[in-house]
């Protein structure tokens, strides 16, 4: 599977800091329990680059819906 494939596979995704001053994405599925603890600058970067992808979708969707 890549990324710009499509799935039917379900998650709960949570964010927020740790008692330690780090940030946790926590993504939770069926069997898969996976804690991913970064830096705040990491964070701040891994913002960045969903920033980034969100503004590309939508463009994307745009161009679709204009065909």
Partial sequence: ???DNESD???N???GPTTLGMVRIYLEA????LPL???PDEAEEIAE???AAAVAARAMST???SR
Avoid: N, S
Wanted: aromatic content about 4%; glycine content about 14%.
């Fill in 30 to 33: 069926e069997g898969v329990d």
């Fill in 1 to 3: 599977m890549g990324i």
């Fill in 13 to 15: 995704l949570q964010i």
């Fill in 63 to 65: 161009k679709k819906g």
């Fill in 49 to 51: 680059e969903i920033r």
């Fill in 37 to 39: 603890d970064f830096d």
């Fill in 9 to 11: 596979i379900a998650a």
